[in-house]
């Protein structure tokens, strides 16, 4: 459907988010100066709960982070991996309910731009959280106004931890999709170098999955002079580094889309002495459902294997994050509002993304819709790096995507009453 196909109050939405657009880049700039990283976002978290108390949406902290989590994360390297500062908040009352996600972590990224609201810090929003954290703030506002319309409720997700791969996840864990209970959901991203203003969607898979191996191998050290009297972890680490990749090309069909790197190997420090131990670290990425469940049954058999026939022993450490899945029936019934927002001609759907986003683990438990939002042309630097600039002017189609979504989706499944 296109605006003169819409309802009169849709179309006022639409307009309500563009009447917003100043307040969206004035958010998001703010946002921007204050970039965290991780599962613990405490400035984050305080600007959009004093915006949700200013609108008077209640909220609550949501997120939980286990110490199995907490041990998995320390043992890849990453630290201080001990609470989820998540937010949840709904506007409406009752069911249906349509869950709208936000993400708003940044990344280590030292901002390498030329803009007024630089961030100072060494991390940066080099991916576009604080945008999408702005545009659903804006629709919150709006949706507010129009509580008492709502034939339902729409849920109001903030999260942490997105480029950890697992925030979402805390989230979950720690209640999200229930009271009331979530019935389907939405989220955007961004996209800086795709042109401004086009929205895409992938029906069926539309992220990668990723798993990270961490692989600590025990030997034991000596000098260099007598290795019959050690066990040389080095050595016991390219075995492993090279069975693995074997194992890509003679257990994987060709023709699945799955890849698989080792990002970091090290031990040691000096050529006359081998170390106590070593470690790797492999990165896997797929679209292949089946494919990813037999190379995550088999690696660790690997690992372990080489690791026993040259007498040494290894801990590993993984982390998974799987596709994210756009449910085709929802994308079909919700493209006439995503229409409406960007204009016949600038919604399409495209291949999935190789890069993995952890809206996953909601996709996973509820039928939801990943859609992306060109902000930038193809010239443009891409995310995750240091020059990326966002085109702020499509900021309230956003805000605007969220709300006549939302509106839509409860407007056809409103319980009968």
Sequence with gaps: ???????????????????????????????????????????????????????GIAWRPCGVVSPQTTESYERLGYHDITESTGVVAAVGHGGPCILLRADMDALPIVEDNDLPFCSTRPCSHMCGHDAHAAMLLAAARILKRHEDELPGTVKLMFQPGEELGYGS????????????????AFALHVIANAPAGRV???????????????VRIQGRGGHTSAPQQC??????????????????????????????????????????????????????????????????????????????????????????????????????????????????????????????????????????????????????????????????SVFWMGAAMHVVCALTWLDAHAEAR
Excluded at 18 to 26: C, G, K, T, Y
Excluded at 202 to 213: E, Q
């Design 169 to 184: 996840k805390t989230m979950i864990d720690d209640g999200l999709l229930e009271d009331p209970h979530v019935d389907v």
């Design 231 to 392: 066990v040389d972890p080095l050595m016991v680490a390219n075995q492993i580094y090279q069975a693995a990749n074997l194992f890509m090309t003679r257990e994987i069909d060709p023709s699945a889309s799955i890849t698989l790197s080792c990002g970091t190997m090290h031990g040691g420090t000096v050529p006359n002495v081998l170390p106590d131990t070593a470690e790797l670290q492999f990165g896997m990425r797929s679209f292949d459902v089946d494919a990813r469940a037999h190379a995550l049954a088999r690696l660790p058999q690997i690992f372990e294997s080489y690791a026993g026939a040259w007498r040494a022993t290894c801990e590993i450490a993984t982390f998974s994050c799987p596709c994210t899945r756009t449910d085709p029936d929802l994308a079909a019934e919700l493209a006439g509002a995503l229409r409406a927002v960007a204009g016949e001609g600038c919604v399409s759907s495209d291949v999935p993304m190789p890069v993995t986003e952890d809206f996953a683990y909601v996709s996973e438990a509820v039928p939801s819709l990943f859609v992306q939002l060109g902000a930038g042309s193809p010239d443009a630097a891409p995310h995750h790096n240091p020059h990326m600039v966002l085109d702020e």
């Design 200 to 214: 895409t969607y992938t029906p069926g898979v539309a992220s990668a999955s990723l798993d990270t191996f961490g």
């Design 1 to 55: 459907m296109d605006r003169r196909e819409m309802p009169v109050a849709c179309s006022q939405l639409i307009d309500e988010a563009r009447a917003l657009q100043d307040e969206i880049v004035a958010d998001r700039r703010a946002l921007h100066q204050i970039p965290e990283v991780g599962m613990s976002l405490p400035e984050t978290r305080a600007f959009v709960t004093a915006r949700l108390d200013e609108l």
